[in-house]
């Protein structure tokens, strides 16, 4: 087979295993969800998917970090200039569920696994720290426009914020998922009072601050 080819159909086999183990996570979570039924989803055999991947960790850090950057583009795409700074931020976290609810199962495994895992995943930990942090940065630059319309106090500590705002974001999901009757379905009116409230405390802490 021609290197080109060979080139491809590898490409080709990794993303039917990314597709597949998506899938499965999603249904099952990361622990229910084995390499054989992944590589028997993808429809490969299981050296075909070590020949692509070290191991199942390796697999879930790349389904959640595609994952993660879409709901990421989602909610920075969803800043919008004239609403006011409540309004904003309730849309970007609510882009954002709604988009997520699909994986909530997945996007939650991930926070199970860093709490839970040992030294030895340690790389791994980092990955998922760094995409619990996007969901910062996304935040903290709505409330730095904010500080720049003069909507916020030049010295509110909006770091801080992004902070209780990251942990509101992922605290919501788990409580959602958690009372959801259907499988990737949330309480959608139930979850945007919530966001409301909780983000008008946060910024009235901020102009207050």
Same mark, same amino acid.
């Given at each position: 087979m021609p290197v080109v080819s060979r080139a491809r159909s590898k490409e080709r086999n990794r993303q039917k295993i990314l597709d597949s183990a998506m899938a499965l996570f999603r249904e099952r979570g990361f622990e229910a969800a084995t390499l054989r039924d992944i590589a028997k989803a993808a429809g490969l055999s299981t050296g075909a998917l070590f020949a692509n991947f070290a191991?199942? &960790?390796?697999?879930?850090?790349?389904?959640? /970090?595609?994952?993660?950057?879409?709901?990421?583009?989602? @909610? #920075?795409? =969803?800043?919008?200039?004239?609403?006011?700074?409540?309004?904003?931020?309730?849309?970007?976290?609510?882009?954002?569920?709604?988009?997520?609810?699909?994986?909530?199962?997945?996007?939650?495994?991930?926070?199970?696994?860093?709490?839970?895992?040992?030294?030895?995943?340690?790389?791994?930990?980092?990955?998922?720290?760094?995409?619990?942090?996007?969901?910062?940065?996304?935040?903290?630059?709505?409330?730095?426009?904010?500080?720049?319309?003069?909507?916020?106090?030049? &010295?509110?500590?909006?770091?801080?914020?992004? /902070?209780?705002?990251?942990?509101?974001?992922?605290?919501? @999901? #788990?409580? =959602?998922f958690q009372n959801s009757h259907e499988p990737a379905t949330f309480d959608v009116k139930h979850l945007s009072d919530s966001v409301t409230l909780q983000v008008k405390l946060v910024i009235a802490g901020l102009q207050n601050a």
């Open positions: 191991d199942k &960790n390796e697999i879930f850090l790349i389904v959640v /970090e595609q994952e993660n950057a879409r709901v990421i583009n989602v @909610m #920075r795409e =969803a800043y919008d200039e004239t609403l006011d700074l409540p309004g904003r931020l309730h849309q970007q976290l609510m882009r954002g569920y709604e988009y997520a609810q699909v994986n909530a199962r997945l996007i939650l495994s991930a926070f199970v696994m860093k709490w839970s895992a040992g030294q030895t995943a340690q790389t791994g930990l980092n990955e998922i720290a760094r995409m619990s942090d996007m969901v910062r940065y996304a935040l903290l630059d709505t409330l730095k426009a904010a500080v720049e319309r003069k909507e916020l106090p030049a &010295n509110a500590p909006i770091e801080a914020a992004a /902070e209780i705002l990251e942990d509101l974001c992922f605290a919501n @999901m #788990r409580r =959602a």
